[in-house]
């Protein structure tokens, strides 16, 4: 089984900063890719950044400049660390870890439960 957990969501003012983290523990294939998503009430879950386990990052273009993801390969963990918060960056964060099976190609994609991110203007 494998587990994904969020944290470091809360409150910020805009102009403010927060950094969020997420550990991957569990039985898993080396992770490939890690990201981050957010989904904003009524809205979809869109992408706002991810990085390779070479560390090639790709950014939402709403964030780009002020977000910096990373990870440690080593200890399955990632980080998202936000600058400038903007108030339409409000959202539930989530955390997913895709692994791929070296034998068949098989992907998989692990999900963390999200954390809460709320920016008052």
């Known amino acids: 089984q494998v587990h994904v957990v969020e944290s470091g969501g809360g409150l910020a003012q805009a102009g403010g900063s927060l950094r969020l983290l997420c550990s991957v523990s569990?039985?898993?294939?080396?992770?490939?890719?890690m990201g981050w998503y957010r989904q904003a009430p009524g809205d979809e879950r869109d992408l706002v950044a991810n990085?390779?386990?070479?560390?090639?990052?790709n950014y939402a273009d709403s964030v780009k400049g002020r977000f910096t993801i990373s990870r440690d390969n080593a200890e399955n963990t990632g980080s998202l660390q936000m600058r400038s918060l903007k108030a339409e960056d409000t959202g539930v964060y989530y955390c997913?870890?895709?692994?791929?099976?070296?034998?068949?190609?098989?992907?998989?994609?692990?999900w963390g439960q999200g954390t809460q991110v709320t920016v008052s203007s």
């Open positions: 569990g039985s898993l294939f080396s992770i490939n890719a």
């Open positions: 997913v870890a895709e692994s791929r099976d070296p034998t068949g190609g098989t992907r998989y994609y692990y």
């Open positions: 990085i390779t386990s070479g560390g090639n990052a």
